[in-house]
């Protein structure tokens, strides 16, 4: 993959997804959080995440020089989670998302790497607003957003998918 930029944070650093990750995120995919709140992709083997990122990540990437990132820990280069941009059909704007393995929630990272990825949104690629989209009962998430400083707006449905969402959005400057 060419050089797509790098973020970093005080305990984090995260870095474009790529094939490289593939078992990372075949364990990701597949975490119960994952599963009820973003949904199955059907993604069961390590041969299947490669596939996944190289249709569904890097596609993005090419296209925009941004898209999901894959989140280390500084201190042990442990893979943590996600959390990137995202262009969602049905969307007006790019989505902010994060997902993390279930032994790393509740201690800051989500917060730290949605921070950064939503200072990259403005300073680094020139978005002007940015939104996020999450189940009504996703309470971890709509509390993260909120601190992030996105509000809750409206309702939406995205194409093909029968479920209505919250949309939160914010204007960056």
């Given at each position: 993959?060419?050089?797509?930029?790098?973020?970093?944070?005080?305990?984090?650093?995260?870095?474009?997804?790529?094939?490289?990750?593939?078992?990372?995120?075949?364990?990701?995919?597949?975490?119960?959080?994952?599963?009820?709140?973003?949904?199955?992709?059907?993604?069961?083997?390590?041969?299947?995440?490669?596939?996944?990122?190289?249709?569904?990540?890097?596609?993005?990437?090419?296209?925009?020089?941004?898209?999901?990132?894959?989140?280390?820990?500084?201190?042990?280069?442990?893979?943590?989670?996600?959390?990137?941009?995202?262009?969602?059909?049905?969307?007006?704007?790019?989505?902010?998302?994060?997902?993390?393995?279930?032994?790393?929630?509740?201690?800051?990272?989500?917060?730290?790497?949605?921070?950064?990825?939503?200072?990259?949104?403005?300073q680094k690629f020139g978005l002007?607003?940015?939104?996020?989209?999450?189940?009504?009962?996703?309470?971890?998430?709509?509390?993260?957003?909120?601190?992030?400083?996105?509000?809750?707006?409206?309702?939406?449905?995205?194409?093909?998918?029968?479920?209505?969402?919250?949309?939160?959005?914010?204007?960056?400057?």
């Amino acid at each position: 993959m060419p050089n797509y930029p790098l973020l970093e944070t005080e305990r984090l650093i995260l870095k474009p997804t790529t094939e490289d990750d593939a078992a990372f995120i075949l364990a990701l995919l597949n975490t119960p959080k994952w599963l009820r709140y973003i949904g199955d992709r059907n993604v069961k083997t390590v041969k299947e995440a490669k596939t996944y990122i190289k249709t569904r990540i890097t596609p993005q990437y090419k296209q925009l020089g941004f898209g999901n990132f894959t989140i280390f820990r500084k201190s042990d280069n442990t893979k943590l989670g996600t959390c990137g941009l995202y262009d969602r059909e049905g969307l007006n704007g790019f989505d902010i998302g994060f997902a993390f393995l279930p032994e790393y929630e509740g201690k800051g990272y989500a917060l730290e790497a949605a921070t950064a990825v939503k200072q990259a949104a403005h300073q680094k690629f020139g978005l002007t607003r940015i939104c996020a989209i999450t189940t009504k009962d996703n309470l971890s998430s709509q509390k993260l957003l909120e601190k992030l400083g996105l509000r809750a707006t409206k309702t939406i449905n995205l194409p093909n998918d029968p479920e209505e969402l919250l949309l939160f959005e914010v204007e960056l400057s």
